[in-house]
């Protein structure tokens, strides 16, 4: 998701702006003392990047309820980053004294895992620890906590937990966070706790009308995310139309995200997270082996289609970040608006179905073992990686052989 005005808060602030030097923050005004760290800490927190980055991007094949709803997808997901914007919050002492509690209210353009990835990495690379600023520092970590205690929401509201530390981790969230404007800036709008595992399973509910009411939603899902690699994370730079529109161009991840992207529409469609084939719960199985030859052409060619955008965007020149003109985005580009008019394709014929008695209750079965096997293990991996970000960031100042996942 791109933040269009993420320097609002900056200007809200009363803050003017500032130049951007090899640091977040200027030299004049800014207290520049290096991070006492470890560069292999730093190298390991940037590998872990990596890996929780993968998860979030398989999780977006369902960014619907709770990541639409509590504004989590702008919360963690804003890019570009805005650098006059970050120079000026670590240059404003009313905010730095008390990072960890303020930046909820920062615009959700310096957030999440782009904040982090611009702290932590220069092209592709881990950024010299000599050049990270203990501001830096104290800001990234405060970061990473704001953003695993977002995945915490993600995982509970979805599984219904109503115990535990990540429960009581989304309860803090839901209390001390509101959902964002358009621009990215804190509304006056609270948040609230919602079953939405429960909710998606168990129809009609407040969401959804029926069974195959939520079970196209596993589509439409599926294809919002298709449609935004496609006309906007490849589309938009290729085009011409905008070339700041570069996902994760500091860790040259962008052609990575893209892959995940897909990877989770896979899951989704599939019934089981990095699943290979169908499961017989699962939405792709029943077309499949429904009795209905148009539902079970139309899965084949969305299987077909789904290999072969994998394939293009595998084999996108990298990175994206300095190649996001080449040909071979464009491939990737029709690649991927083959695999949504399939899905279209599919989903329409499964709309005929309304008022099936015989297929609602198939479809239950396969909203089921989609929020179990699909959203809830992503999610909770999610969380799990968000979680071991956090310690690899704070063990920054600390030496490599002292960290512990």
């Not at 190298?43 to 094949?61: D, G, I």
């Not at 803090?172 to 998606?200: C, P, R």
Request: overall charge negative; charged content about 25%; hydrophobic content about 35%.
């Amino acid at each position: 998701m791109k933040n269009l005005k993420n320097y609002s808060f900056a200007l809200m602030l009363g803050i003017g702006a500032c130049g951007f030097m090899a640091s977040c923050s200027s030299e004049d005004d800014v207290k520049t003392e290096v991070v006492t760290g470890s560069q292999e800490a730093l190298n390991a927190a940037c590998k872990q990047w990596r890996v929780a980055r993968a998860h979030w991007e398989k999780s977006e094949a369902f960014l619907f309820g709770a990541a639409d709803e509590y504004s989590i997808d702008p919360h963690t997901d804003t890019w570009p980053v805005d650098q006059a914007a970050l120079a000026n919050v670590l240059r404003d002492q009313s905010i730095m004294s008390d990072i960890e509690n303020k930046v909820r209210l920062l615009n959700s353009g310096l957030l999440g895992y782009h904040g982090i990835e611009y702290v932590l990495f220069r092209e592709g690379n881990p950024r010299d620890i000599s050049q990270l600023t203990d501001l830096e520092y104290r800001y990234v970590c405060a970061v990473a906590k704001d953003l695993y205690q977002a995945t915490c929401v993600l995982q509970t509201t979805w599984e219904g937990a109503k115990s535990g530390t990540r429960y009581d981790a989304t309860v803090d969230y839901l209390k001390t966070h509101n959902k964002l404007q358009d621009d990215g800036n804190v509304s006056n709008e609270g948040l609230s706790y919602k079953d939405f595992g429960g909710l998606f399973k168990n129809t009609p509910s407040t969401d959804y009308s029926s069974n195959l009411d939520a079970t196209i939603q596993i589509i439409e899902g599926a294809r919002d995310i298709i449609g935004e690699v496609a006309g906007s994370k490849i589309g938009l730079p290729w085009s011409g139309q905008d070339d700041s529109y570069i996902e994760s161009p500091y860790a040259r991840n962008s052609i990575v995200d893209f892959y995940d992207n897909i990877a989770g529409c896979k899951s989704a469609l599939y019934g089981a997270v990095d699943a290979t084939s169908p499961n017989d719960k699962s939405l792709i199985y029943f077309c499949l082996n429904s009795g209905n030859a148009t539902l079970k052409s139309q899965a084949q060619t969305v299987q077909s289609k789904m290999d072969a955008a994998l394939n293009d965007i595998k084999a996108m020149k990298s990175p994206f970040a300095l190649y996001y003109t080449d040909p071979s985005a464009k491939k990737a580009i029709d690649a991927l608006d083959e695999l949504d008019a399939s899905l279209e394709a599919l989903g329409t014929t499964l709309k005929t179905y309304a008022g099936n008695q015989a297929v609602e209750a198939q479809c239950k079965v396969i909203n089921a073992n989609y929020v179990d096997n699909v959203i809830v293990k992503t999610y909770t991996a999610l969380c799990d990686q968000a979680e071991i970000l956090y310690n690899y960031i704070k063990n920054i100042k600390k030496k490599i052989h002292e960290i512990k996942v």
